[in-house]
């Protein structure tokens, strides 16, 4: 029995958000990953390759929640 269209559109806007928070999330980690090696690259000690993660994970929250 095929999807109509009404069922196709109301299925397609159900995965949007899930679409979006996998690719947010897939993006934020990235992001985060990103930042830690650097500053561990640089050759910082580990309180401030946390300090530095934490940072970037706050950061990143405040600015997609802006």
């Keep these: 029995m ?4 009404a ?4 299925l397609e806007k159900k995965l949007n958000w899930l679409r979006a928070a ?3 999330a897939n ?5 985060v990953a990103g930042m830690v090696m ?3 690259g640089a050759g910082a000690d580990r309180p401030t390759v946390l300090l530095a993660g934490i940072a970037a994970l706050v950061a990143g929250s405040i600015s997609m929640g802006g």
């Design 2 to 5: 095929p999807m109509s269209e």
């Design 7 to 10: 069922n196709e559109r109301a």
């Design 22 to 24: 996998v690719l947010g």
């Design 27 to 31: 993006d934020g980690i990235v992001s």
């Design 38 to 40: 650097g500053v561990a």
